[in-house]
């Protein structure tokens, strides 16, 4: 019952300096509007970035052969370093840490025909992990290659979207046949449409895949250009990187902290980079929001040192009654979080609204899918809730605390 008393004077204030209490009311609106949005923009840029740094998979590795750079065992430095079909099986023997191992030959400028249409594209010979290594998740009613294709040398592509969108436009190409240097393969599967905002060679939409027995059948090639890799547990990355330089130098004789022998692109660390930048993206952000949100919290106990002063005398009778200080305390702390409480809410509300507006334009330009996603986590919306409610008890206590400071009688002679 003392709680809904609270509550009705608090209304009750607010109609006696009602024009004055919805202006703070807007302000804090105001301010949990610009807190909510400016974190809901940067963990949606964040989820996005962090979606399009996967694209090109999740703890994976990719390696090059490199050149020593330094003698070893009465070898000459120089000695080119060129990574075959059977250093995978070497590697994944010796390093139980990987899970998935693939290697690629890749052709760039390849002619491919359909019907009248010849496109010159990348082709790539890979093995059937390369698909789970690199997020290669095929449209509904696709596949990418697998252990089968690879076995049989069979003749299947596996096309980026965008191969896919210059050969065939609008038809779909999964069933049709195309042909490579004459030869018929059959398309299995097109690329599901991805963020990728990192590659090595060429964006995976314009890449198309065939087995890399097929590609050897046609191809005179010895090495691969580089072969890439997933780990069980991205913590063992910098382990992982140590054991192949130690597994290849044993078989290509080369010593093992020659650098330059491997070159090594560790995708795992450019995750954790990438989060660690927007743990102070978001921090920034949300400093910058509180402080609007706080300057308002500033004009609410203004409002409220106001209040208190035009009340001084009915204060005073009160506390002459006998009310108690932690009675007197708590009613005003409800007043000033009645009207956090109106504030919050409309500010609540209106980035809602924003939010889902901005989530909901359609684009096809690259820029907006990363800026125009904002996301309002639970994370957020407890952080600005706790801010808020920080800001409405700070700004009734101190007032507060003045109110109940003075002397009843002093307090009795105001008018």
Do not use: C
Not at 214 to 232: A, H
Not at 263 to 276: A, L, M, V, Y
């Amino acid at each position: 019952m003392k709680n809904l008393y609270f509550f009705h004077m608090a209304i009750k204030e607010f109609k006696t300096h009602s024009k004055r209490f919805f202006l703070t009311a807007f302000a804090l609106g105001w301010g949990t509007l610009t807190v909510v949005i400016l974190l809901a923009f940067g963990e949606g840029l964040k989820t996005q970035l962090t979606k399009a740094d996967k694209g090109i998979g999740n703890n994976i590795m990719v390696v090059w052969g490199g050149q020593t750079s330094i003698p070893y065992n009465g070898l000459p430095q120089g000695r080119n370093i060129n990574l075959t079909t059977e250093d995978l099986k070497l590697i994944i023997n010796n390093i139980p840490e990987i899970e998935y191992i693939s290697g690629e030959y890749n052709s760039w400028g390849t002619p491919v025909k359909y019907g009248r249409n010849t496109k010159n594209i990348l082709l790539v010979g890979v093995n059937a992990e390369f698909g789970e290594i690199r997020n290669q998740i095929p449209k509904t009613g696709s596949r990418f290659i697998n252990k089968n294709d690879v076995i049989e040398k069979r003749k299947v592509i596996f096309l980026g979207w965008k191969v896919a969108e210059r050969i065939f436009d609008n038809e779909n190409p999964v069933g049709k046949t195309l042909y490579i240097k004459g030869i018929p393969f059959t398309v299995i599967g097109v690329l599901k449409e991805k963020l990728q905002n990192s590659n090595y060679n060429n964006m995976d939409n314009n890449k198309a895949y065939i087995p890399y027995t097929t590609y050897l059948s046609m191809f005179n090639r010895k090495y691969y250009n580089n072969i890439v890799l997933s780990l069980r547990d991205d913590k063992k990355s910098k382990y992982v990187k140590k054991r192949l330089y130690e597994v290849l130098s044993k078989k290509y004789k080369f010593d093992k902290n020659d650098k330059m022998t491997l070159s090594i692109w560790d995708i795992t660390e450019n995750h954790k980079i990438i989060n660690k930048i927007f743990i102070g993206i978001q921090i920034f952000l949300g400093l910058i929001g509180s402080l609007t949100l706080i300057i308002s919290g500033v004009g609410l106990a203004n409002i409220m040192y106001a209040s208190i002063k035009h009340r001084t005398r009915d204060i005073g009778i009160k506390m002459a009654l006998g009310a108690k200080k932690d009675q007197i305390l708590k009613q005003i702390i409800t007043e000033s979080s009645f009207f956090a409480l109106i504030g919050g809410s409309i500010g609540f509300m209106l980035s809602f609204l924003i939010v889902q507006i901005v989530k909901n334009i359609p684009s096809n330009n690259s820029a907006i899918e990363y800026l125009a996603r904002p996301q309002v986590s639970y994370t957020i919306m407890i952080l600005v809730f706790l801010l808020l409610s920080t800001i409405a008890f700070l700004s009734g206590f101190f007032p507060a605390k003045k109110a109940i400071s003075q002397n009843p009688v002093e307090a009795l002679r105001y008018e």
